[in-house]
């Protein structure tokens, strides 16, 4: 039986080693530079920077969602769904489902207007899903993202 | 000269007039659904949805920004930049640019690892600025979005 909770702090090192799992099925686990130490100090106060569902699965933690808000200038407010995460043996039990249905209940409950989040183009079974749900794709949109050297010489820091 | 300043709740009505402007500019007139009433909810409090900077060509208002938090799981909190508008009269002055800078200048300040933002795919122009810059263009991954009856749909209030 699913049974699914908010993140607290003390599950921090968890939702680490859950990160790194998921990255791993996504090919990226070179990409999680991400400590303990971030998350701990970004998923408390009064206005966290990211917030978090666990669901557990006849008691066993079965992976982990994150998600925070994002603003449209066009539509208004949302929740963006950073990751919706299962673990392998925990898989087919409707459990992703059971995590966005959530966070779009949250988002309804705080008067938000919309869900937004990403896939890998070659997820196809991901991407059959969303349709399902009545998803809309960008398509003609492009996601960009600057950090580091560049995000420095940008600022003006260096030259 | 160029003076950029904070967007506070008394310019909301101009900044709504300017998010018509640039979404007929992107062709995309017909989405904005967004009134004054949730600019100034939004944009008001200790932890303000979205936040936005007014630049000023000798004295006249040439556009603005809007930004707000996003979090990697991979990597950590980063700013991301939902729209940059130079009024027709005011570009090719550097203003876009000098926009991005300051934006880029508050992550660090804030000890936040990245910008993000989208282009549309048809904004050549753009696009090479963002390639100069040393901007990573994530190609596989797609966008999507959910609202409405989707939205409901999902969070089972209607069936």
Same mark, same amino acid.
């Given at each position: 039986?699913?049974?699914? /909770?908010?993140?607290?702090? %003390?599950?921090?090192?968890?939702?680490?080693?859950?990160?790194?799992?998921?990255?791993?099925?996504? /090919?990226?686990?070179?990409?999680?530079?991400?400590?303990?130490?971030?998350?701990? /100090?970004?998923?408390?106060?009064?206005?966290?920077?990211?917030?978090?569902?666990?669901?557990?699965?006849?008691?066993?933690?079965?992976? +982990?969602?994150? +998600?925070?808000?994002?603003?449209?200038?066009?539509?208004?407010?949302?929740?963006?769904?950073?990751?919706?995460?299962?673990?392998?043996?925990?898989?087919?039990?409707?459990?992703?489902?059971?995590?966005?249905?959530?966070?779009?209940?949250?988002?309804?409950?705080?008067?938000?207007?919309?869900?937004?989040?990403?896939?890998?183009?070659?997820?196809?079974?991901?991407?059959?899903?969303?349709?399902?749900?009545?998803?809309?794709?960008?398509?003609?949109?492009?996601?960009? /993202?600057?950090?580091? %050297?560049?995000?420095?010489?940008?600022?003006?820091?260096?030259?």
């Amino acid at each position: 039986m699913l049974r699914t /909770r908010d993140i607290t702090i %003390e599950e921090v090192p968890l939702l680490r080693r859950m990160i790194v799992e998921f990255a791993t099925f996504e /090919r990226l686990a070179d990409q999680v530079t991400i400590t303990e130490e971030m998350l701990a /100090r970004d998923i408390v106060g009064s206005s966290p920077r990211f917030r978090g569902l666990l669901p557990e699965w006849d008691g066993q933690v079965a992976g +982990y969602a994150i +998600y925070f808000s994002f603003y449209s200038s066009f539509e208004g407010p949302g929740l963006f769904i950073e990751d919706i995460y299962v673990r392998e043996e925990f898989r087919s039990k409707g459990i992703g489902k059971a995590l966005m249905a959530e966070i779009a209940a949250i988002a309804l409950r705080e008067g938000l207007v919309a869900l937004r989040w990403e896939v890998l183009d070659w997820n196809r079974p991901a991407i059959d899903f969303y349709k399902r749900l009545g998803a809309t794709f960008l398509d003609d949109w492009k996601a960009v /993202r600057l950090e580091g %050297e560049g995000l420095r010489r940008l600022a003006g820091i260096t030259q």
